[in-house]
């Protein structure tokens, strides 16, 4: 039997954590001091917390960074669907239990990414109280802008036989982001710890099953905690805000961005023309370090504890 995938030190020196989940092993990184501010960092399709690892180098010395591998992806678990049904329900219900079991008491500073922004913005509107701060990077937590048709790939993906057939068996999906998904030049090595935890068609099925559970009509699984999550948004209106977006994103465009400054005018915005979707990879250590220098602001930090 092979030996799973694992990436390379230089590039994710981290220890590993594993929180057991009824279907499998959640895998997440927990670096920093115990008694920091934490930062809880949520990836999404077809990433993993290898996406946010310069973050994390950049924060661990001051902040607790508290950093998940969605079951499927990245160093979890990978179920079949009759063990896990990997709807978005689901992704909250594994996210709370962590929490629970690594921050159940600060205030918390939250970076979303991709599908991280449903899953972490559909807990956030639970617990409004926990939310210090946001850092929102090409992301939604809302139905489809209007203006938004769905692009022809991720219908391909969800809705055919076809789509599905490509994402398992050629890895369509992780493939043609480590592809499309950066706008600038990046290190063979980076691109392939990308792909690296899809390397077989049964490791493959989250990224099949995050896009056919994107919900778009009111039939959809899903559909409700997402229309329930859209309405209670505001209600982080007061907390700092930071939007960091790359303009070259062909999915999470300037749809998804005019929508994101309807919701929180207040918020700083860091517009990154010539980025793509993976725009932490793209915006490089001028970005990284933006980030940090905003999550690490001490003025309002219990801010959290007055949210609702």
Known sequence: MSQPWSPPPDLYPFDSHWLQRPAGRMHYLDEGPADAPPVLML????????????????LRGTHRCIVPDHLGCGLSDKPPASAYDYR??????????????VAPDRPLTLVVHDWGGMIGFA????????????????TAAFPLPEDKPMPWALSLVRNTR???W???RMNAFAGSAARVAFKKPV????????????????????????VQDIPLAESDPGFDILTE????????????????WG??????DRSFLRRWREIYPHARLESLDDCGHYVLEDGGEGLVRTLCDFIDVKDDSNHGHNGE
């Open 43 to 58: 990836h999404g399709n077809p990433t993993w917390s290898f996406y946010y690892r310069k973050l994390v180098l950049g």
């Open 88 to 101: 978005l329900a689901s992704r909250i219900d594994d996210l709370d239990t962590l929490i629970r079991h």
């Open 123 to 138: 807990w956030a509107v639970r617990n409004p109280h926990r939310i210090a701060r946001l850092v929102i990077l090409n």
């Open 162 to 164: 076809l789509g599905a």
């Open 166 to 168: 490509l994402v398992l």
């Open 187 to 210: 290190d063979p090595r980076v691109r392939s710890a990308y792909v690296g935890p899809y390397d077989t068609p049964a490791n493959r099925i989250a990224t099949l099953r995050f």
């Open 229 to 244: 999550t859209a309405e209670h948004l505001g209600q982080f209106a007061d907390r700092p805000c930071l939007i960091a």
């Open 247 to 252: 303009g070259r994103d062909f999915v999470f």
